[in-house]
Nanobody, 119 residues
Framework: QVQLVESGGGLVQPGGSLRLSCAAS????????MGWYRQAPGKQRDLVAA???????NYADSVKGRFTISRDNAKNTVYLQMNSLKPEDTAVYYC?????????????WGQGTQVTVSS
């Protein structure tokens, strides 16, 4: 069983920065692609950023140039550095771990951390 624990959310003013962390346990972290998703009230959960086991990254268009995803396999942790935050970035942010198996996809979710961007 894989456990994912997010931290680093909070209240920040527009233009500010936050760094989210997601610590994984119970598995070989380096085997998984990791992603950050977010869900605002009344909206679906959307991908924000992802990083493959090999380090390839991709981002939602709305966060390109402002957010950076990274991973530290020695610490079993994935990060999301968020700069130039906007009110529309307000959401619950979830960490995801995913691995392709022969017969399907194995994935896990964290409990989420609230990010609120407001003056």
């Amino acid at each position: 069983q894989v456990q994912l624990v997010e931290s680093g959310g909070g209240l920040v003013q527009p233009g500010g920065s936050l760094r989210l962390s997601c610590a994984a346990s119970g598995t070989i972290f380096s085997r998984y692609a990791m992603g950050w998703y977010r869900q605002a009230p009344g909206k679906q959960r959307d991908l924000v950023a992802a990083i493959s086991s090999g380090g390839t990254t991709n981002y939602a268009d709305s966060v390109k140039g402002r957010f950076t995803i990274s991973r530290d396999n020695a610490k079993n942790t994935v990060y999301l550095q968020m700069n130039s935050l906007k009110p529309e970035d307000t959401a619950v942010y979830y960490c995801n771990a995913e691995r392709q198996l022969e017969d399907g996809i194995e994935d896990y979710w964290g409990q989420g951390t609230q990010v609120t961007v407001s003056s």
